[in-house]
C-alpha cells in the first residue's frame, strides 16, 4: 500500500512539472508572435496617415519592411503656415537615403528593401509658430510573393505562368494607381484646407469692415447733432 501511494506522488509530481514546461512554452510562444508585426505575411500593406506636428518640432514614424519587398512613402502638407515642412527617410542601417528638403510634397521608393525598419521623419523645426497637418501615405508590396505562388501550382502540375506573370502585374498596376490616388487625396485635401481658410479671413473681414463702418456711422451722427444743438440761457438781458 504504501508503495503504491509513492509511486502516485511520483506520477503526480512529473504531471505537474510537465503543465509547468507546457505552459512556459506556450508562453515563450506567444511572446515571440506578439513581437512580430501583424502584417509580416501579408503581400501588399498600405497605410494613410493624417498627422499634426506642433511648430518647431520633429515626428520619426517607423515601418517594418521584410527583405525584398518594395517600401514606398509620400508626404504632403495640408496645411498650416507656408504650407512645407522637411522630409527625411532613413533606411534599416541608419542611413538617410532621402535627405532633408523643405518642400511641400515629396515621396521616396526602395524597390528592393534590405528589411528592417525604416523611419520616417517630418522636420518642422524652421516653423516656429505654426503647426502642420501632413498626409503621409506608405504601402509594402512583396512581389516576390507571386513567384511563391507560382512554385506552389508547378507542384500541383499545373501550367499557370501565364496567369501568374498577369496576376504580378495587375499587382504592380494596382499600387500605382493607389500611389496616384494618394496624391490626389493630397491635392484635395490642400485644397480644401485652403478654401475653409479663405472662407475664415472673408468673413472675419466682412464682419470687421460692418462694425467698423457702424461705428464711424454713430460718431459722424454724434457731431452732427451737436452741431445744430442750441444751448437756451435761462436769464434773459433787460
Given at each position: 500500500m504504501g508503495l503504491t501511494w509513492q509511486r502516485l506522488r511520483f506520477n503526480l509530481l512529473i504531471l505537474v512539472i510537465a503543465l509547468i514546461a507546457s505552459c512556459q512554452l506556450i508562453a515563450f510562444t506567444s511572446a515571440q508572435e506578439a513581437q512580430q508585426p501583424w502584417y509580416e505575411n501579408l503581400p501588399a500593406v498600405a497605410m494613410d496617415y493624417k498627422v499634426h506636428i506642433d511648430a518647431g518640432k520633429e515626428d520619426?514614424?517607423?515601418?517594418?519592411?521584410?527583405?525584398?519587398?518594395?517600401?514606398?512613402?509620400?508626404?504632403?502638407v495640408v496645411r498650416g503656415?507656408?504650407?512645407?515642412?522637411?522630409?527625411a527617410v532613413r533606411n534599416p542601417s541608419g542611413t538617410i537615403v532621402k535627405p532633408y528638403q523643405w518642400q511641400a510634397t515629396a515621396d521616396y521608393t526602395d524597390q528592393v528593401s534590405p528589411g528592417g525598419y525604416y523611419s520616417v521623419c517630418i522636420d518642422n523645426q524652421f516653423s516656429r509658430f505654426a503647426g502642420k497637418l501632413v498626409n503621409i501615405y506608405i504601402t509594402v508590396v512583396k512581389y516576390d510573393a507571386w513567384d511563391?505562388?507560382?512554385k506552389?501550382?508547378?507542384?500541383?502540375?499545373l501550367n499557370m505562368q501565364n496567369f501568374t506573370t498577369t496576376i504580378g502585374?495587375?499587382?504592380?498596376?494596382?499600387?500605382?494607381i493607389l500611389g496616384y490616388q494618394a496624391h490626389s487625396r493630397h491635392r484635395e485635401s490642400r485644397d480644401y484646407a485652403l478654401l475653409l481658410d479663405n472662407n475664415s479671413y472673408i468673413q472675419?473681414?466682412?464682419?470687421?469692415?460692418?462694425i467698423v463702418?457702424?461705428?464711424?456711422c454713430s460718431i459722424q451722427v454724434?457731431?452732427?447733432?451737436?452741431?445744430?444743438?442750441?444751448r437756451s440761457s435761462s436769464k434773459s438781458r433787460i
Open positions: 520619426c514614424y517607423h515601418q517594418y519592411v521584410q527583405a525584398g519587398a518594395t517600401f514606398y512613402v509620400s508626404f504632403s503656415g507656408d504650407g512645407m515642412a522637411g522630409f511563391k505562388y507560382a506552389e501550382i508547378e507542384e500541383l502540375q502585374t495587375v499587382e504592380r498596376n494596382i499600387n500605382e472675419t473681414f466682412s464682419i470687421s469692415q460692418i463702418i457702424l461705428i464711424t454724434f457731431f452732427v447733432r451737436k452741431l445744430f444743438d442750441v
